[in-house]
């Protein structure tokens, strides 16, 4: 969906515009994608396993835009993107149709700056406005900085899936699925 942009100020005083993502961003999002997998074990993707082409991106993009239940959020600071986050349906069915799952990262380089927190505030303001009625999530369960922003942000715990990752040093990892009511 298209939604307003919104500035803050981080707290190393920068600046901070946090916007719809539009076409426009396919490369940068693609090299995005592709540097903070290496950066953390905590997303989902090996960098190899960032595999858009540029078009395909856009496209991506593009639908995402153009669907009122989806928002696709970028945060840039100096005019440089920073990170990315998103909230989409879990599905269309009547019975499922008030839950949303959301997703989140930033480069390493801008972590710690307050952007996660205001850019899961604003995706919360526009779930509501969507008329989603909760917000659900999955996190590794060692990932102690992305859950102690979910809790700071109103998230409780909801249960456990059992060595949910495998990653590649042979380690396993349960996630914990976490929701907010809005
Ligand atoms: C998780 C992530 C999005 C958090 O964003 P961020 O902008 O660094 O988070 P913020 O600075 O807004 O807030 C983090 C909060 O947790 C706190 N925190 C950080 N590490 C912590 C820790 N180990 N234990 C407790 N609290 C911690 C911070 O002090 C901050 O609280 P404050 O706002 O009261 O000062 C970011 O670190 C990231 O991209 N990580 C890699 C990708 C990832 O893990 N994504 C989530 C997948 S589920």
């Not at 942009?5 to 090299?31: H, S, T």
């Not at 909230?87 to 390493?108: D, E, F, M, P, T």
């Amino acid at each position: 969906m298209r939604f307003d942009k919104r500035e803050f100020i981080l707290k190393d005083g920068r600046r901070c515009v946090l916007r719809p993502a539009v076409p426009e961003d396919a490369e940068a999002l693609i090299e995005y994608m592709k540097k903070t997998a290496g950066e953390t074990p905590y997303l989902l993707r090996y960098p190899d396993e960032v595999q858009y082409t540029a078009e395909a991106e856009r496209e991506l993009l593009q639908r995402f835009l153009d669907d009122p239940g989806t928002v696709m959020l970028t945060a840039e600071v100096d005019g440089q993107l920073a990170g990315n986050s998103s909230i989409g349906g879990v599905g269309g069915k009547r019975k499922v149709r008030h839950r949303c799952s959301l997703a989140i990262a930033l480069y390493q380089a801008y972590w710690g700056l307050g952007i996660g927190r205001a850019m899961i505030g604003y995706l919360t303001e526009l779930a509501r406005q969507i008329g989603y009625q909760q917000i659900e999530l999955g996190v590794f369960a060692d990932n102690a900085r992305a859950a102690a922003l979910y809790r700071k942000c109103g998230f409780t715990e909801s249960g456990r899936v059992h060595r949910a990752y495998r990653l590649e040093d042979g380690s396993w990892h349960d996630e914990i699925l976490m929701y907010r009511e809005i």
